[in-house]
């Protein structure tokens, strides 16, 4: 059986998408919830995220009405972005980093609209969850330091955006790209094609000035 570990953060619309997608994925895969602070990754490899690059941010959440439309996807979108998803990755992290759990809280804000910032809401979805307070439960020192942990092993291993989906080692980002990993899934060969040891091999060119 394959593993396939699947870094998200709630704060991506795309990832958002791939949550809503997973059936794609083999039925005989095990998937592995890894909740992740996206600005960590954007830290680390310096650079900046959609919506913090105004014509690109329009683009995006057109592009992502767009695509949850045709997907079928239930859409939503939060009262602001960015949002600050730190409750909400925690809450996972607090609870086990359970794939359906991960699935209902990328629901709590992208298919209804809800903030962990609106407290009626945030205590409602506590309740929901049958947790009593649902503050202490984010709060831990425990579940702080395995959020950071997991960011820390993401960059590790190469992750630089979410979604990201990581198999054998090897990288896939993006919503479009589960059905590349169900390539591999099927074919490990799938990136050692001529094409794939092309990609590999190029070499950086002209490199833009600090």
Same mark, same amino acid.
């Given at each position: 059986?394959?593993?396939?570990?699947?870094?998200?953060?709630?704060?991506?619309?795309?990832?958002?998408?791939?949550?809503?997608?997973?059936?794609?994925?083999?039925?005989?895969?095990?998937?592995?919830?890894?909740?992740?602070?996206?600005?960590? %990754? @954007?830290?680390?490899?310096?650079? =900046? #995220?959609?919506?913090?690059?105004?014509?690109? &941010?329009? +683009?995006? $959440?057109?592009?992502?009405?767009?695509?949850?439309?045709?997907?079928?996807?239930?859409?939503?979108?939060?009262?602001?972005?960015?949002?600050?998803?730190?409750? %909400? @990755?925690?809450?996972?992290?607090? =609870? #086990?980093?359970?794939?359906?759990?991960?699935? &209902?809280? +990328?629901? $709590?804000?992208?298919?209804?609209?809800?903030?962990?910032?609106?407290?009626?809401?945030?205590?409602?979805?506590?309740?929901?969850?049958?947790?009593?307070?649902?503050?202490?439960?984010?709060?831990?020192?425990?579940?702080?330091?395995?959020?950071?942990?997991?960011?820390?092993?993401?960059?590790?291993?190469?992750?630089?955006?979410?979604?990201?989906?990581?198999?054998?080692?090897?990288?896939?980002?993006?919503?479009?790209?589960?059905?590349?990993?169900?390539?591999?899934?099927?074919?490990?060969?799938?990136?050692?094609?001529?094409?794939?040891?092309?990609?590999?091999?190029?070499?950086?060119?002209?490199?833009?000035?600090?």
């Amino acid at each position: 059986m394959k593993t396939v570990d699947w870094y998200f953060d709630f704060i991506s619309p795309f990832s958002y998408l791939a949550s809503a997608r997973l059936d794609r994925l083999p039925a005989d895969v095990e998937l592995r919830a890894q909740p992740i602070l996206f600005a960590g %990754l @954007l830290a680390h490899w310096q650079t =900046r #995220g959609p919506a913090e690059i105004e014509p690109m &941010r329009r +683009f995006t $959440f057109r592009h992502i009405a767009w695509l949850a439309q045709r997907d079928g996807i239930p859409l939503e979108l939060p009262p602001a972005h960015p949002f600050n998803p730190l409750k %909400l @990755l925690r809450l996972c992290v607090a =609870r #086990g980093a359970d794939v359906e759990l991960a699935q &209902r809280l +990328f629901r $709590f804000a992208w298919a209804e609209g809800r903030t962990a910032d609106d407290p009626a809401a945030w205590r409602a979805l506590g309740a929901e969850l049958g947790i009593a307070d649902i503050d202490a439960a984010v709060g831990t020192p425990e579940v702080k330091t395995r959020l950071r942990e997991n960011t820390e092993t993401a960059i590790a291993r190469g992750v630089f955006g979410v979604p990201a989906f990581v198999v054998d080692d090897e990288v896939f980002w993006g919503y479009d790209a589960i059905e590349f990993v169900c390539a591999y899934l099927a074919d490990p060969g799938v990136l050692s094609t001529p094409a794939m040891r092309a990609a590999d091999a190029l070499p950086q060119g002209v490199q833009r000035k600090a």
